[in-house]
Each structure stands twice: as C-alpha cells, then as structure tokens.
C-alpha cells in the first residue's frame, strides 16, 4: 500500500483543486529559480518573526537575570552586614548612662556603659543601624560596613579633615558633659 503525498490527500479529499495545485507548483518552481537565477534570498517572512522574537525572549532573559542577580547580591550584603554586626557588637546597658545621637535630624538615645561613650566620644567605637535598633561596633567594623551599605552607619564623628575647619576646634569640650 502505497502512501499518498499530502497534495494528493488534499485533492482526495476534495479541499482543493488541481488548478490550484498546479499553480502552487509553478510558484515554488518559478521561486526556485529566481533563487538560482539572481542569487536572491526570498525572504522567508515566518523564519524572520520567529527571530525577532526569539532576540526579544533573550532580551527579556538577561533583564530577568540581572534583576535575579541584584537581588542576590543585596541579600549577601545584607548577610555580610549582619554577620559582622553580629561578630563585633559591644555590650549595651539598660542601666547605663544614655548616650544621645542625631539620625535623620532627630535626636536619638543608646544606653552604653560609660567606657563605651568615651570611646563613642574618641571615635574608637560607631553606632551602626541593624535590624531597626541602634548597635555599637568598633570602627574598623564600621568602615567595612559603609563600604557595602553606608545608610547603616549612623554616629560618626568629625573626621580630622573636619576638625581643622572648625571654629571652635581650639575649645574643650567637657569628658563629663551630659545632655
């Protein structure tokens, strides 16, 4: 039993007629030769959309994935963070002195034991944001943190750099000063 080809199904089955079949025939002839003929490419309008949007389904990958990878990299900062937080943190007192900061022009509280305002006060220690409340850190730890997120460092005190264009630089300021 011998297959039949899908034009002689078609006409078998009635969906088409033999004018029509040889005129197809005679197109992709004609076509064929063209091609030959001129060295000319037919554009083939389907291969052409299918490119296109294969490009755009590429494009539309790469946006996704460097959306993925800026999330990424943001939750292992905020992990690195967290862990040197966690590491480095001084002991803070409920008991102890308050030690008052400005954060956003407001003015905020810590209590830390009295070494640890004097050090707050020497810029040896910082006070970093974590988790919505206020940590003491060392200042090295400080640095490392707002070189990955800078907003998270909040009490600084003036650098040299600033201390020598103050006004009353030449002033003391009282160790026992409280506020």
């Known amino acids: 039993m011998k297959s039949l080809s899908l034009q002689d199904q078609l006409l078998k089955a009635g969906l088409t007629s033999k004018s029509k079949v040889h005129k197809v025939k005679n197109d992709k002839r004609k076509q064929t030769q063209r091609k030959q003929k001129n060295k000319e490419q037919v554009v083939d309008r389907a291969a052409v959309l ?10 539309n990958d790469r946006l996704l994935n460097e959306k993925r990878n800026r999330k990424a990299e943001k939750k292992q900062i905020a992990a690195q963070i967290a862990q040197l937080v966690k590491a ?7 008991d102890a002195p308050v030690f008052h900061f400005t954060y956003n022009s407001e003015i905020k509280s810590i209590y830390v034991p009295e070494k640890v305002r004097k050090d707050l006060i020497a810029e040896k220690v910082v006070i970093v944001m974590f988790a919505g409340h ?3 850190v060392p200042a090295e730890i400080a640095t490392k943190i707002a070189e990955r997120d800078a907003r998270r460092v909040i009490y600084l005190e003036k650098s040299a750099a600033d201390k020598t264009d103050d006004e009353y630089a030449d002033f003391a300021v009282p160790d026992d000063l409280m506020w």
């Open 134 to 136: 206020y940590e003491v």
């Open 88 to 94: 480095n943190k001084l002991p803070k007192d409920d």
């Open 50 to 59: 299918a490119q296109e949007a294969k490009a755009r389904q590429l494009e």
